[in-house]
């Protein structure tokens, strides 16, 4: 094979595996998180312990291995509690549901627990991806239905 042949052929290797990476990282982009379920397991005075269970639908072609990710929910504006998600797997095209625990605040929220008003829920955070031989953060916003933040709030 020809010297200037050679470099086209890994020229275009080069181009074809960084065109994949970057719609893959476009595909992560859209990755959608959502609470399935949320059980109280204690409540003190301060604090309500919830047990969550949060889903990850993956929308890229490759397997994604999840690290360590922080999450903040608030409610209406306010912080009600963070948590942490341990690494998962996440197949290509598929799902993972993970558990993890979860602290909330009482002081906000005592607010919205046996009334009528539903607070607007939002759950932020950022996930690190390994993808190949690099690792990619991800951030992510997830806004409940209004039924399932009363299902939050109540913890059913």
Known sequence: MEKRTKIIVISVIVAAVGIFGYIQYLSLSDIHVSIIQSKVVQRTNQNTLYNLQIQFQNPSLLFLNVGKTNFVVSANGENLGTGVLQASLIPAMGKTV?????????AVLDKYNNTNSVPSLKMTGTSEYTVLFTTVSIPFTYYPTQNEARAFIDGV
């Open 98 to 106: 993970s558990q993890t625990p979860f602290l909330a605040e009482n």
